[in-house]
RNA sequence: GCACGGAUGUCGGAGCGGUUACGUCGGGGAUUGCAAAUCCUCUUACCUGGGUUCAAAUCCCAGUCCGUGCUCCA
């Protein structure tokens, strides 16, 4: 089944194919490193992280780009704020990023350009936009002339040019500086005393925001690449600048031949914003729950869906990612040296319940695959990965012989790595699923006292003085502590 | 105002012409001294009004409500 996906553009799914043959062209608007990352950045490189594992799956060689803008107004006024230098203050924040994004297991792209390295042929992409009449200088700088170009207008928003020629809902005051029209935006600003700058043919100053995309990728992929990405707010008026920049300077159309946008990250029902105080940082994220969690929550919805992040959907994640978790620990287990048998045919209308399991396992691998064709739906493929995960604790315990059940472990193994782990990236190592868990100094400060009230309790269950054992039970549960019996005997955890 | 999405069971959220989503919650059962954990199992649904069709949650038309964008933003 070909892989299909939803193009921006057409606002439609769409069949897809490469500019040339098996090879992708991905690029997608990285992070303004003006501060630390949050839950939209992760939402917005674990969708495309998922997007570049399927295609490299499903045999693409892709080459991803995704670049920094380390040079803006806002990293100007953090620098400010803080008396930091700006260089300082990119290159810490940059580094934070790798960190967080290592630790969501997010793939690193094939380049990550930075577009102060790009000033160059943004210079020389504005002075050919000026000579074809698209762009003219003013005042405080250089500007896109959007009327000069009014077809391409509202490719990605299907907004007309008609109605934004009466005025964006007069909220353009501000914006407005010495340009002509307040669609036109900045090419090359003219930088303020203190600013950073670079020397142009119009001054001292600094690239505007949108053009930098367009060098950068015009460097990488030339006048036309398969895929462009990026965050859904990011359509306009930055990805609709990017058409008018790069295909009235190529003369080439289209720039990418598929958009792609990703949903939104709302807290509790709200917008994320800093003004209502419920912005979250992944710093911040990573200390309260494993990183793997959220990368769980977050494949778990589809990339374009706007997602609400709550703690109900971070403890549904926990128990569902820790369920795939269990299983594959216990494959993991029974992947002893020894003989290993050859499995028997998957069949799901089969008598034999090992065969018609494996056909059933079988059946949603197949479905797994058909959910990431189809625009790339995570939240499907997951669903395949939960009820596969039932199924393969359902053989994992089946009455075996030896040989039969090494390689049923191994069968398993290979499922989710290959679904879990390779595609959806929410399956730890090996290593760190069989470590020894780290002790918890909360637990060895309490152990002597819980296992003494154990044993007390054993006891008094030996002797069938039940009111006595619920009392310590209760004892153990102000202290945080949630007792298990098992056939071995009696284990705790904290609650 | 314009543009783009969405409206599904207690809830979160798939499906998008005929078939079990998945998970949570709730009911029943197994297990347990009782619980917890685990496993099995059940009920319940497609915003409103028209239309197309043998068949609509799914397609078309109209309406209502909600979200987002139109300004820096993943």
Redesign the pocket.
């Known amino acids: 089944m070909p892989l299909r996906l939803h193009d921006t553009r057409r ?1 439609e799914k769409v069949e897809f194919k490469t500019q040339s043959p098996g090879k992708v062209g991905m690029y997608v ?1 990285g ?2 490193v003006y501060d630390l990352c949050h839950l ?2 992760a ?2 490189y674990i969708a495309f992280d998922l997007i570049h594992r399927w295609l490299e799956a499903s045999g693409y060689d892709v080459d991803y780009v995704q670049n920094f803008t380390d040079i803006d107004d ?1 990293i100007i006024k953090r620098s400010i704020e803080s008396g930091e230098d700006w260089k300082v203050l990119v290159e810490k924040n940059i580094e934070t990023y790798y960190e967080d994004m290592d630790s969501l297991n997010i793939l690193r792209a094939d380049h990550y350009p930075r577009c102060t390295e790009y000033v160059d042929s943004m210079i020389h992409i504005i002075e050919d936009l000026i000579q074809k009449d698209h762009a003219y200088t003013a005042e405080d700088g250089v500007y896109f002339h959007v009327e000069s170009a009014p077809d391409k207008y509202g490719q990605l ?4 040019i008609d ?2 020629r009466q005025g ?2 007069g ?2 005051q501000g ?1 407005g500086d010495t340009k002509r029209d ?1 669609k036109d ?1 900045a090419l090359w600003k003219q930088a303020k005393p203190g600013e950073p700058t670079w020397p142009s043919p119009w001054g001292e100053g600094r690239p505007g ?1 949108h053009i930098e995309c367009t060098a950068m990728s015009l460097d990488h992929f030339g006048v036309s690449f398969d895929i462009h990405g ?9 990805h609709e600048a990017e058409i008018f920049q790069s295909e009235c300077h190529t003369g080439h159309s289209p720039l990418a031949g598929y958009w792609l946008h ?1 949903g ?2 709302n807290i509790d029902g709200e ?2 914003s800093k003004s209502l105080g419920n912005f979250w940082t992944i710093q911040e994220i990573r200390k309260k729950i494993d990183p793997m969690v959220l990368r769980f929550a977050l494949v778990n ?2 990339y374009r ?4 992040m709550n703690e ?2 971070l403890k ?1 994640a926990q ?2 990612h820790s369920r795939i978790i269990d299983v594959y620990a216990s494959a993991l287990h029974g992947c002893t040296e020894g003989q290993v048998h050859n499995l028997p045919m998957a069949d799901i209308t089969s008598m034999n319940p090992l065969s018609k399991s494996l056909g059933l396992l079988e059946k949603m691998a197949e479905g797994f695959a058909r959910a990431m064709d ?1 625009d790339f ?1 995570s ?2 493929a997951v ?1 395949k990965v ?2 596969a995960t ?1 199924e393969l ?2 053989v994992l315990s089946m009455e075996l012989d030896e040989g039969d059940s090494r390689a049923v472990a191994n069968y398993a193994k290979v499922w989710l790595e290959e679904t879990a782990g390779q595609i959806l990236g929410i399956l730890p190592s090996p290593e760190v699923v069989l470590a020894e868990p780290e002790e918890d100094p909360r637990r060895a400060e309490i152990a002597p006292k819980v296992d003494e009230l154990l044993a007390q309790r054993t006891a008094a ?1 030996t002797n069938k003085d ?1 009111p006595r ?2 009392a310590i ?1 209760d004892e153990l549960a102000e202290l945080g502590v ?4 098992t056939p071995d005997g009696p284990t705790w955890d904290f609650a």
């Open positions: 606002r608007c992070v303004t939209g950045h939402r917005c806002k928003t299907g907004q007309s109605a934004v964006a809902g909220r353009v914006t307040h935006f925001w990026g965050g859904h707010d990011l359509r306009f008026p930055h990703n939104f990250v917008k994320m919805a589809h869906s706007p997602i609400d109900q959907l549904d128990r569902n189809d739906n939240r499907e669903a939960l009820a039932k604790q359902r269950r039940w054992a619920d039970r949630v007792v298990k019996d």
